[in-house]
């Protein structure tokens, strides 16, 4: 009976972990970062915040790209946004209308190797993730008042360059968009864990 307490309190404490926002920019500089889902939250536009690229918003980036929303439920495409080297921060861009629950997928086009990177992996040119994602709660980010929404956070060197990994070519913020983050499955992978480890033990000290 204690065991079974225990085990209810651990999963308890489990789930009420919050799910906290991740720094801005990407932290694990030189990793790949993890892979997201994102969703149209309501019907309606996709409006992206430009944040950071090139020198004209105070950025590092050297090489031209632009960015643009492909919408894999409808299979229709925004059109190319914002050019990182001349865009400023806080410029914004409709990336055009979606109905609820639209799967999108964001992508980057590198002008300068003439090469495609995407939130999807197989739609990228080395096959990997070039989107760093996490939520962002609104005010100033890099000098421009952003509303709260999805950052987004791009690399646009392909793995064999070698690229950097820092996602921080082109970075974005999208309001009505929701991203399917991988810390709930880790989550659940770690009660599992701790319920695997809770019941060995109750085996042994019943044994």
């Known amino acids: 009976m204690k065991i079974k307490f225990m085990l209810m309190l651990a999963v308890m404490a489990l789930m009420a972990l919050p799910l906290a926002a991740n720094p801005i920019p990407y932290p694990n500089v030189g990793t790949i970062a993890p892979t997201n889902t994102f969703t149209a939250t309501s019907t309606g536009t996709i409006v992206g915040y430009f944040v950071q690229g090139g020198a004209a ?4 980036a050297a090489y031209l790209d632009k960015v643009g929303m492909w919408n894999v439920t409808t299979s229709t495409f925004s059109g190319w946004q914002f050019d990182n080297q001349t865009t400023t921060a806080g410029t914004s861009a ?25 939130s999807n992996p ?5 096959g990997v993730n070039h989107v760093y994602e996490t939520p962002w709660g609104g005010g100033l980010l890099n000098g421009a008042n952003i509303p709260a929404g999805v950052y987004l956070g ?18 974005f913020v999208f309001a009505n968009v929701t991203a399917t983050a991988p810390e ?11 319920i695997g480890g809770l019941g060995a033990m109750r ?3 019943l044994s």
């Open 154 to 171: 791009t690399e646009d060197l392909p793995i064999w360059n070698p690229s950097d990994f820092n996602y921080n070519d082109d970075s």
């Open 203 to 205: 085996r042994k000290l």
């Open 184 to 194: 709930p499955g880790s989550l659940i992978l770690l009660a599992t864990g701790l």
């Open 57 to 60: 918003s105070g950025g590092g």
């Open 94 to 118: 409709n990336f055009g209308a979606v109905t609820a629950g639209d799967t999108l997928e964001f992508v980057l086009y590198d002008y300068t190797l003439s090469e495609y990177f995407s």
């Open 122 to 126: 197989v739609n990228s040119a080395d």
